[in-house]
């Protein structure tokens, strides 16, 4: 089975940094994924990990630690448009299971 | 543009009756996939479809039908079978191969009144 785990809610303050982790036990790994959804729209591709590591891309960041089960996606410099649920994934041995997500909001 | 288009935004239904969800892209991707999202739970999969012709069940499939005679469209039937279909329904697809990025249409809100 699939068991992915993520903080239901966060908040921070404009400019500063949130790391968001996610815990994961999956039958197969074929990499993981997050993304971002504003309420009520769709979800948009942040980030792709297969490999150990940090794989950053302008603002946002996510690291991936295989033999701990265990993810982050880093944001930096918050900006109010940041507010949104992310939701990390992961990709077993033929589909792709999502975490409950978790919702950050950036106050000013 | 290319992308994933999905229609309506919003869908009420009495209880009892069938309703079908429309996908479409041009992206030319093979693989299509439809996920139920509910406040507080994670996506989760109902059906997908890794080349025309062909389907598979999610993990949530009862309740549910869909087709795949188009490489373009992949429309979701909700059926009066489905204990409790309100919920929001995105639409997904992929080019296929192995590892591949999942790209989502904007979503249907389905509320069965």
């Known amino acids: 089975g699939q068991n992915i785990d993520q903080p239901t809610e966060m908040t921070a303050t404009e400019g500063a940094i949130v790391q968001i982790n996610c815990t994961y036990q999956?039958?197969?790994?074929?990499?993981l994924f997050w993304y971002q959804q504003h309420a009520g729209e769709a979800p948009t591709f942040l980030s792709y990990?297969?490999?150990?590591g940090l794989e950053e891309k302008g603002r946002f960041s996510s690291f991936l630690s295989r033999s701990k089960g265990y993810s982050y996606l880093l944001l930096k410099e918050l900006q109010m448009k940041d507010s949104a649920s992310y939701l990390c994934?992961?990709?077993?041995?033929?589909?792709?299971?999502f975490g409950a997500g978790t919702t950050v909001t950036v106050r000013a | 543009d290319g992308g994933i288009t999905q229609s309506p935004k919003y869908l009420f239904r009495k209880e009892g009756q069938n309703v079908t969800l429309s996908c479409e892209q041009n992206l030319n991707h093979d693989a299509m996939y439809w996920y139920r999202q509910d406040p507080g739970q994670g996506l989760r999969l109902i059906y997908y479809s890794q080349i025309v012709n062909d389907f598979q069940k999610g993990d949530i499939a009862e309740g549910y039908s869909v087709s795949r005679e188009k490489k373009e469209s992949f429309p979701l039937t909700v059926t009066s079978a489905q204990k409790n279909p309100t919920a929001f329904y995105l639409c997904?697809?992929?080019?296929?191969?192995?590892?591949?990025?999942?790209?989502f249409g904007p979503g249907t809100r389905l509320t069965v009144l």
């Open positions: 994934a992961v990709r077993g041995d033929y589909k792709l299971s």
């Open positions: 997904a697809s992929s080019i296929g191969e192995g590892t591949d990025t999942q790209y």
């Open positions: 999956t039958s197969g790994f074929n990499g």
């Open positions: 990990n297969v490999l150990d």
